[in-house]
C-alpha cells in the first residue's frame, strides 16, 4: 500500500477541502522524484500575504509527524493591520492541514498495520 503518494495525499488534500476546513486554501501534492522507491509526500501551500513558500511533508518515511517549513522570504514583506490578520487566517489553515495531514497519516499506518498482522 503507497504511503504518501500523490493519488494519496491528492485524496487527503480533496477531503479536507470538502470538509470546509481549508478556509480557501489552495495547497496541492508538489511532483517529487521518489527517494529510494518511495514517494516522499510534499504539500505546497502558496500564501498570498508573503513572499515566502511554506511546504508540508513528513518527518520522515514511515512516520505519521508532519512539519512546515517557512522558507526565508526573499524581499522585505509590509503588511497593514488587515494584511497581517489575512496572513495569521492563511497560517491558521496550514497549521489546521498540517495536523490533519498527521491524523490522516496516523490512520493510515494503523490500518496498515492491522491489515499486515491480520495476515
Same mark, same amino acid.
Given at each position: ?21 481549508? @478556509? @480557501? @486554501? =489552495?495547497? &496541492?501534492?508538489? $511532483? ?22 511554506? &511546504? ?5 518515511? @514511515?512516520?505519521?509527524?508532519?512539519? =512546515? ?15 497581517? &490578520? ?7 489553515? =496550514?497549521? $489546521? ?18 491489515? $499486515?498482522?491480520?495476515?
Amino acid at each position: 500500500m503507497p504511503f504518501r503518494s500523490k493519488e494519496t495525499l491528492q485524496a487527503w488534500l480533496d477531503e479536507h477541502t470538502a470538509s470546509g476546513a481549508d @478556509g @480557501g @486554501g =489552495v495547497a &496541492y501534492v508538489a $511532483d517529487q522524484e521518489a527517494v529510494d522507491g518511495r514517494d516522499s509526500g510534499l504539500v505546497v501551500y502558496p500564501l498570498s500575504n508573503a513572499t515566502t513558500s511554506v &511546504y508540508l511533508q513528513a518527518v520522515a518515511v @514511515g512516520r505519521p509527524e508532519w512539519r =512546515v517549513t517557512i522558507e526565508a522570504q526573499p524581499e522585505i514583506t509590509e503588511l497593514s493591520p488587515e494584511g497581517i &490578520y489575512d496572513l495569521c487566517r492563511e497560517l491558521k489553515n =496550514v497549521a $489546521d492541514l498540517c495536523s490533519f495531514l498527521q491524523a490522516k497519516s496516523v490512520e493510515h499506518l494503523m490500518s496498515f498495520r492491522e491489515a $499486515d498482522s491480520a495476515s
